[in-house]
């Protein structure tokens, strides 16, 4: 059975959709067939980071209604080689389309919901898919909630940031626990040493004491990474980096999940 799983974050600057790219290609390079979405639409990233442009379908399409899924999903298994399959859902960058998104109603946003909902059936039990990933809005946008509402795990992207820090102990308790959803933590940017085991536990120690459960993943600071801007897939292009072996141990961590 597949799972769908929301990476979510309190705030921006957490490195979520980077995390959301990389683990999906991740479980791609594992042979798993995945499908992306950006549901991050007041501001659209995957089309600029995967140099998608002038599609004819958008997942705002999708969620409008005027048209099904497998008009949105675009096929970009050719970027991860020797695995599975990777299809992304886009949401339309442009300014017209973001104002569009973050002026829509509570009404629309509940029939947009029963649309992600219905994902499970068509792509995960009709066409076969391992995961869904839904890379999400910041914070407490209606397209998060309804992303978190539709998955099986919620994958929250932090860092030792104060106010991230409150912020997601916050969505732990009012937000998480109010939907029941199995909650992962990824510490991301971690300055603090923990290439050995020690260093590690210490971490992993003090993590849990913040949000009183241990973390699923912890990545440090990479300066390769911040210069690499969101345009390098390291499981495709830097398979032997450390960020590739976290990200693999997160994957198969995510794979033994109920």
Not at 112 to 117: D, I, P, S, T
Not at 204 to 228: A, E, N, V
Not at 230 to 238: A, H, M, V, W, Y
């Amino acid at each position: 059975m597949g799972k769908i799983i929301a990476v979510h974050s309190y705030k921006g600057g957490t490195g979520k959709t980077l995390l959301s790219v990389n683990l999906a290609a991740t479980f791609v390079k594992l042979g798993k067939k995945v499908c992306l979405f950006d549901l991050d639409f007041r501001a659209p990233s995957l089309s600029i980071l995967l140099k998608m442009e002038n599609l004819e379908y958008w997942l705002n399409d999708y969620l409008n209604g005027t048209c099904e899924i497998d008009k949105v999903l675009v096929d970009l298994s050719d970027k991860i080689h020797n695995g599975g399959k990777l299809f992304v859902g886009f949401a339309n960058p442009t300014t017209e389309a973001i104002r569009e998104m973050s002026a829509k109603d509570r009404k629309w946003e509940m029939r947009a919901l029963g649309r992600l909902l219905s994902l499970r059936t068509s792509l995960l039990n009709g066409k076969g898919f391992d995961y869904l990933i839904f890379d999400t809005s910041p914070g407490l946008q209606y397209s998060s909630i309804n992303a978190i509402v539709g998955a099986d795990i919620v994958l929250v992207a932090t860092t030792f940031d104060r106010s991230d820090v409150d912020g997601t102990r916050r969505m732990l308790q009012e937000l998480y626990d109010l939907f029941e959803k199995k909650t992962e933590i990824v510490l991301n940017k971690v300055l603090h040493d923990v290439s050995s085991k020690s260093g590690k536990e210490i971490m992993q120690t003090k993590i849990g004491d913040l949000y009183h459960t241990p973390p699923l993943g912890i990545i440090p600071c990479f300066c390769d990474i911040l210069r690499g801007e969101g345009n390098i897939i390291f499981p495709q292009e830097k398979p032997e980096h450390p960020f590739t072996k976290i990200l693999e141990e997160i994957a198969n961590k995510i794979d033994k999940l109920p």
